[in-house]
């Protein structure tokens, strides 16, 4: 039986993905960064081409940066060829082999 294969159009962009949302609570942390000063500047600069100030940016940047590296964790695109071939491989693991069968008669570290 196949399965359905997820669909990404062309003008999706993995900035726009879900992921968890962002709570408003009434309390607040703070992170202090020491920098450079031309690295200071630099962002200066850039937030006020973007009408944002320095600590907008920052948070807008860093989070979109985390964003994506959670996504780079989590979600992958295969072209239509791979995803068969991936669903295929899944859906047909090989035989356990004298390795598995070892690692699997082993007690846990947990256990011991």
Same mark, same amino acid.
């Given at each position: ?40 500047k630099?962002? /200066? /600069? ?12 920052m ?12 996504? /780079? ?29 070892a ?10």
């Open positions: 039986m196949a399965k359905p294969r997820p669909v990404q159009s062309e003008s999706s962009s993995r900035s726009s993905a879900p992921v968890a949302p962002v709570v408003a609570s009434d309390t607040k942390g703070s992170i202090n960064l020491r920098i450079e000063t031309g690295t200071r630099l962002i /200066d /600069d850039a937030a006020a081409i973007l009408g944002k100030t320095r600590t907008e940016f948070i807008e940047s860093a989070r979109q940066q985390a964003v994506d590296v959670l996504l /780079d964790q989590r979600l992958f695109t295969l072209d239509p060829e791979r995803y068969d071939a991936f669903v295929q491989a899944l859906d047909n693991p090989p035989a356990p082999g004298p390795k598995l069968r690692l699997l008669r082993r007690t846990p570290a947990w256990q011991k």
